[in-house]
């Protein structure tokens, strides 16, 4: 499988990058940054800091490395990602996406791509993570007549709040409860506000260099049940991408999940 990266010096697309280069299956044929970076032209190898030189460049124009892959790994920026899905499309390549902070008109985009391309639009690419969202679902089913409040931690340069993988767990446990997530929806608290039942609410910590946590608390009289999960570091989150990139290489034109993926 032929790869090409958007976003490779990024956090995530550094070891997005490695962990590709290191795979007998997969060869990494460039990245794509933006205009104004010094390290346009050099070889994505020491962009991403792998280690060695990969034989493949990094671009500012997608349109010049496009046609030599089978799938694009986005983990950029809102604004990117908009370009690289109608690159994509035009080109006819599968496309995962773990960008977050989307508006819904941007992702019902992702959702309509589906027509023309493989496509993949992933919060959260951690095996554990969607492991941790079927634990959710069936906690929901299970649990009653409880409240839910949903906890994000994440590093003080996360841009959106609250977390992609938080608005999941959301939508998650409105749709297994048959609700709109719309509705119900609460995002923390101020001054005089007591709790509306039925609510699910989120919250959201910034700092440091959290790598992600994420709590989800169903609270019911004289107990409460929390389900969560702590990544130690990002590399769960490339390796998953890596896999399901593998994956989506292998699909039909089509709308996937991470869990698609993991067989979940």
């Known amino acids: 499988m032929k790869l090409l990266v958007v976003g490779p010096r990024g956090k995530m697309g ?6 590709a280069a290191d795979r007998e299956d997969i060869t990494v044929v ?6 104004d970076r010094d390290y346009i032209g050099k070889d994505i190898g020491e962009v991403a800091m792998v280690g060695r030189v990969l034989g493949a460049p990094v671009v500012s124009d997608i349109e010049e490395l496009i046609d030599d892959c089978d799938v694009i790994i986005d983990f950029a920026t809102v604004e990117q990602a908009m370009i690289t899905l109608e ?8 496309l995962i996406c773990g ?3 989307f508006s819904q ?3 019902e985009a992702f959702e309509e791509a589906g027509n023309i391309i493989p496509v993949m639009l992933a919060a959260n690419t951690s095996r554990l993570v969607n492991v941790m969202y079927k634990l959710i679902e069936d906690a ?10 949903i906890l994000d931690m994440h590093d003080s340069t996360k841009l959106d709040s609250p977390s992609g993988t938080a608005k999941e767990i959301g939508e998650l446990v409105a749709k297994t409860r048959g609700e709109s997530l719309h509705d119900v929806d609460r995002y923390g608290r101020q001054g005089r506000c007591p709790r509306e039942h039925g609510e699910i609410t989120f919250h959201s910590i910034r700092g440091g260099d959290i790598s992600s946590s994420h709590t989800t608390y169903f609270v019911g009289l004289g107990e409460r049940l929390e389900i969560t999960h702590h ?4 590399k769960c989150f490339a390796a998953g991408a890596v896999d399901c990139a593998v994956y989506l290489s292998k699909q039909p034109v089509g709308t996937y999940t991470v869990q698609d993926c993991f067989g979940l």
Do not use: M
């Open 14 to 19: 550094r070891l997005i990058t490695a962990i």
């Open 30 to 35: 460039g990245g794509v940054a933006p205009s």
């Open 87 to 94: 690159a994509a499309k035009k080109h006819k390549k599968a």
């Open 99 to 101: 960008t977050t902070g």
């Open 105 to 107: 008109e941007q992702r």
């Open 140 to 149: 929901t089913k299970l649990a009653g007549d409880v409240d839910v409040e």
């Open 231 to 234: 990544s130690q570091s990002f």
